[in-house]
Structures are given as C-alpha cells and as structure tokens.
C-alpha cells in the first residue's frame, strides 16, 4: 500500500496537505508543522467522508463448544514430559511409541441387485508416564441399484480424540472431543469437546478397566432442523479383557445426558471380538450401538450395526 503527499493550498495563512492512502482512500487532513502544545496532533484532525468505515453489526464472540475446543488443543500442545533419564545400568531408556490398528471391510453382491458396502476404522493410542493418548477414526458407507439409480443406503463418518493427564497410577483428568456425520439418522453434524475425572481400575496386559465421568458442550445438526447446542454429563468406562491366546473382547460405552432437557439423553456402545490370525493380522467381528431418545422427525431412536473386518496392528 503506497502513500502520496499532495498539495492542497492554503489554509488560515498555513500550508497544508492531505495525506492520500492507496486502497482505502481514507484522507487526513493535517496542517503541516501544526502540533498542539502536548506535541500530539490537532483537535481539528478529520477523516474524510471517503474514509472506510467498518462494517456494521455485533462483534465476534466465542461460544461455549469453541471455548472447550481451544482449550482442549492447548492442553494436548502443552509441553510433554521431561526427557527421559538414564536407567540404572546407564542406558537410555526407550521412549514410548504409538500403538493402534486399521481394519477394513468390503462386502459385495450382483445379480438381481447391485449393492456394495465398505468400512475402515483407525484407533491409536500413546501411553506415557503421566499421559496418555488416543485417536480414533471410522468410516462406513453402502449402496443398492436394482433396475434404477443407485440409491444411498449408509453413509457415516466419525472422529474422536482424548488426552489423559494422570494424577497418580489410577486417577487422571481428561479433556476429550469428537464428532460425526450420519445419513441414515439423518444427522447432518454433531460434534463435542468435553472436561472429565476418569479412575484406571486396571491396566495390565490381558485386562484393562476404567470408567470416567465429566461435563461436555454439544452442537448438533439434523436435516431441515435447527442446528442445536446444550450442555450435558458425559459418563463412560472402558473394558478390555483377553479370552486365551488369540481372543480379545473389548467393550466403550459413553452416554451423553443433557442439563437443560431431560428427555435429551445419546448413548453409544461399541463391542468388539477379536482374533488374532498372526503377529499383526487380525480378524475382528464389531457390533456398534447408537441411541438418541431425540432423533430427526421420522428416524428411530436406536441403530444397530454389525460388521465383520480385516485388520492389521502395528
């Protein structure tokens, strides 16, 4: 942006400019040399009725859900743990690495009728000393022609995230935030950021045990509805158990109750039995569980999914 002084003529026996800036086209008006006592510039300083003036209405604001949002992402980008000290033999100890799985799944039938159905789902985890993280992702789509258009039958989509910060080896607080999409209930959004107390009952290699309890700000959006916000609890647990050599059960369940309507209450359940077929490959049968007393006008409240998949575990 350039600016130009241009001459203007005389005023009250003084020389004075405009000062003209390129884009804006705000003019000052300024005498030249003629400052006020305090050395500031003069009362009679203007702006010209070119000059830009800011669009009207209100001012931005933070609401809750972005609030809980950004304070979620500065707790998980707070400085980590302090580096890692020698163990008694003198070596470096190892530091911690991500571990997780990514199945997938693809079913497929032709004939009278042309259907194909496909899942994948992602979840990682992080354990440190003092915290720990996870990360997860799932996604699930379907459709069917028969003498026609193809017509969508499923289409669902969800993210979540959780940063555990442990008080001792079983209390820890916890700042967590999700969300999804669904065609099938009619969900255009829904997504949450949440603050919470959780307690590790246990943690060890064949079984794991925790339950968690807190308070989370949900938006939600449904089709030809308007788009919804409320504060609500937030309670869950975690189970995870090994059934032998090969099998795992594995079993979250978190519900969602709101503060502001009774009847508002989302539950989601997803249970897990897996077979391992190799050191990293998996064979996993899935049943997903999603109840919204409150659903879009024409949707049932609950919603059953079973899928069978592939995977492989790093």
């Known amino acids: ?6 001459p203007r003529g005389e005023e009250s026996g003084r020389d004075s400019r405009d000062l003209h800036v390129d884009g804006n086209q705000s003019t000052y008006d300024r005498p030249l040399g003629a400052l006020d006592p305090d050395g500031d510039f003069p009362s009679q300083f203007s702006v010209s009725s070119r000059a830009r003036t800011l669009p009207e209405g209100p001012a931005p604001s933070l609401t809750p859900i972005s609030m809980l949002t950004i304070a979620l992402t500065l707790l998980a980008l707070a400085p980590d743990e302090p580096a890692l000290s020698p163990s008694d033999d003198g070596q470096p100890v190892e530091a911690e690495e991500w571990t997780g799985t990514l199945g997938a799944g693809l079913t497929t039938s032709s ?7 496909l899942h994948a789902q992602v979840d990682t985890a992080l354990r440190q000393e003092t915290r720990r993280y996870s990360v997860g992702f799932d996604w699930q789509y379907a459709d069917e022609a028969a003498d026609g258009p193809t017509e969508l039958l499923e289409r669902r989509a969800g993210a979540n995230g959780q940063v555990d910060f442990f ?8 700042v967590t935030a999700d969300v999804e999409t669904d065609h099938k209930a009619e969900l255009d959004l829904r997504y949450s950021a949440g603050l919470g107390y959780g307690y590790q ?6 079984w794991s045990l ?4 807190g308070m989370s700000v949900i ?10 916000s409320y504060l609500a609890g937030r309670f869950g647990y975690s189970l995870k158990r090994d059934l032998g050599e090969r099998w795992t059960l594995s079993q979250d369940s978190e519900i969602f109750p709101s503060f502001e309507e009774t009847e508002d209450i989302h539950l989601e359940v997803d249970s897990r039995l897996r077979c391992d077929l190799s050191k990293n490959l998996y064979g996993q049968f899935q049943w997903l569980f999603d109840w919204d ?14 899928l069978l998949s592939v995977g492989y575990s790093f």
């Open 1 to 6: 942006m350039g600016a130009v002084i241009a």
């Open 111 to 117: 004939g009278n009728t042309e259907r194909r159905s």
């Open 167 to 174: 008080l001792d080896e079983q209390s820890y607080l916890l």
């Open 201 to 206: 009952v246990a943690e060890e290699e064949d």
């Open 210 to 213: 925790s339950f968690e309890a």
């Open 219 to 228: 938006n939600e959006q449904f089709v030809g509805e308007d788009e919804d």
């Open 293 to 306: 007393n409150t659903p879009a006008d024409g949707a049932e409240r609950a919603d059953h999914r079973l």
